[in-house]
């Protein structure tokens, strides 16, 4: 039998850290579902302690994840290893991660303590985890730039205390794989209790080596690779789990290991995270780039058309892409399209058929013929219009021209209840989000960042606005998608509003919970 590697998704927390605004408890919520359809081994749904959305979000998450393992990090602090039990204790079983630094220029600069003090600080937190969990996992923070001797005492210490995972970051992303390779080859070699815990990496990529540094740290008898979808994180970024993941799966008969991850579910699970995240993936990424399975040469061409292993290593279905496209037109059926996206990897559960189809129409009447990328975006897009929303576009009509002042009218639906607003503006999406500022009835909700993507090719592509605001300060994303500019703008917002909404309930029923427990 093969040996395995767990995988550990951090998505929702190292990944989060780099994004642009913070992902409501409904998207995270959504991510780690897709992340268990993935076959991930452990989630690490957030920092609990960080913030009382952070909080609320793990705790959905442990709540609904089964077939994971549900992880709260926290410093080596006992009130952030006290909200990762208390957020976590809903789920049948869970593991507390807790790290401390180690490297001289951390402990130095940024702790300020004696390498004793910081060695007492990590037994101290493990302990104090186990009293949650035996599922406990310690950090070195920075251990790629600690020396060697205290590493290894760390390390031993941790495991002596309780520690059945021991995690060896390269936080700065500075070593190389040799390197790396090397520090994990001393500690098996010089801690004497090392085959009480599994040791972990946790590669980062500032030198493009993560996922080099992660696979050299396997081969050295590591079995836990920590990684995000598509290699989301702070600065340039983690080791990419899609990346590791298909090097251990394409490499098997080398490298004689494997992992739970079930391929096919790495492309769609890719595109959620970068919809939901608005982070666009790079067409030259491997695994999921659009290019990754792209053949331009001639020779490359007729290679692959005489044999498709000649330039391909991998197959496209291996990672749930269908590299053909099929065009459907508005005299398609539901039965096509159900269809399709089966034949796209979604499983009937993941859809409402009467939703997707009626979108499906609207969209084939305007572009004539709707392509695969379409389809997938409509799911999407759709999943999110059924759900119940306190605020609804009901209405929107917009006017400009070269000799006309840009105008706007807007009907939304606000808890129920219908109001219309117009308004001027520099152009027509500036005077839409006028008037729904007129229906607010206040200027709180202020934008930072506006962008428009095309999803598709050709004039008739559908236009995906992408909007970061800053409300009560904090930032929120938001997503719209439509033929028309003005109209996907006006969605994107609205969406935006929706989160608002949703964390003013969160902050409210904190603020009820705080009385209450003072009364």
């Known amino acids: 039998m093969l040996a395995k590697v767990k995988i550990f998704d951090t998505t929702l927390r190292d990944g989060e850290q780099a994004l642009p605004a ?14 268990e359809r993935l076959g991930v081994d452990i989630i690490e749904a957030g920092f609990p302690v960080s913030s ?21 990090l926290s410093r080596a602090l ?3 290893i006290d909200a990762c039990g208390e957020s976590l204790s809903v789920a049948e079983h869970f593991r507390i991660h807790t790290f401390i630094a180690t490297s001289d220029i951390h402990v130095n600069t940024k702790l300020r303590k004696s390498q004793d003090q910081v060695v007492e600080m990590a037994v101290r937190a493990v302990k104090h985890a186990c009293k949650y969990t035996d599922d406990v996992e310690f950090s070195c923070e920075d251990a790629g730039r600690t020396h060697i001797d205290y590493l290894c005492r760390m390390v031993e210490a941790a495991i002596h205390a309780g520690a059945t995972t021991v995690n060896i970051p390269d936080t700065v992303g500075y070593t190389t794989p040799t390197e790396f390779g090397g520090i994990i080859q001393n500690l098996f070699n ?48 983690n080791c990419s789990l899609e990346e590791i993941a298909m090097i251990l799966q394409t490499r098997e008969a080398r490298l004689g290991l494997q992992t739970n991850i079930k391929s096919q579910e790495i492309s769609r699970t890719s595109k959620l995270v970068s919809n939901l995240c608005n982070m666009p993936v790079q067409a030259n990424k491997a695994i999921v780039g659009a290019n990754a399975f792209s053949h331009s040469s001639g020779i490359h ?35 096509v399209i159900k269809h399709r996206l089966m034949e796209l990897g979604y499983a009937e559960a993941d859809f409402d058929l009467e939703t997707v189809y009626a979108a499906f129409v609207k969209l084939a009447d305007k572009k004539g013929q709707v392509f695969d990328y379409d389809l997938e975006a409509l799911l999407f897009f759709s ?50 989000y006028n008037a729904i500022t007129k229906v607010l ?33 904090r930032r929120f994303n938001g997503i719209g998608l439509a033929t028309d500019i003005v109209e996907s703008g006006v969605k994107a ?12 309930q969160i902050d409210q029923q904190k603020r009820q919970n705080v009385k209450i427990s003072g009364v």
């Not at 009382?52 to 709260?72: L, M, Q």
């Not at 692959?304 to 496209?325: D, H, R, W």
């Not at 960042?449 to 409300?471: C, I, M, R, T, W």
């Open 78 to 80: 006992a009130k952030d």
């Open 441 to 473: 009835g206040h200027e709180n909700v202020d934008i930072v960042d506006f962008k428009l993507d095309s999803k598709g090719e050709g004039a008739n592509a559908l236009a995906q606005v992408s909007v970061v605001a800053e409300y009560n300060g």
């Open 190 to 237: 010089r801690v004497p209790n090392i085959d009480k815990a599994v040791i972990s990496v946790h590669c980062h990529n500032d030198l493009g080596l993560a996922v080099a540094n992660s696979l050299a740290a396997v081969e050295q008898g590591a079995r836990q690779v920590e990684a995000t979808i598509n290699g989301l994180g702070e600065r340039a970024g």
């Open 383 to 432: 999943q999110q219009e059924q759900e119940e929303q306190y605020y609804q576009l009901k209405y929107l009509q917009a006017n400009s021209g070269k000799e006309i002042i840009p105008s706007a009218t807007v009907c939304m639906q606000v808890g129920g209840i219908d109001i219309t607003e117009s308004a001027v503006g520099n152009g027509p999406v500036d005077a839409a």
């Open 22 to 35: 913070s992902l409501s408890v409904k998207e995270k919520l959504k991510i780690a579902l897709a992340l």
């Open 301 to 335: 061409q007729d290679g692959v058309l005489k044999g498709q292993n000649t330039y391909e290593i991998m197959t496209p279905e291996s990672v749930g892409i269908n590299k053909n496209n099929l065009n459907l037109t508005s005299r398609s059926g539901r039965h």
């Open 52 to 72: 009382p959305g952070d909080f609320e979000s793990v705790r959905a998450i442990a709540r609904e994840v089964k077939n994971a393992t549900v992880c709260g």
């Open 493 to 504: 917002l609205i969406y935006v509003l929706n989160n608002t909404h949703l964390a003013d």
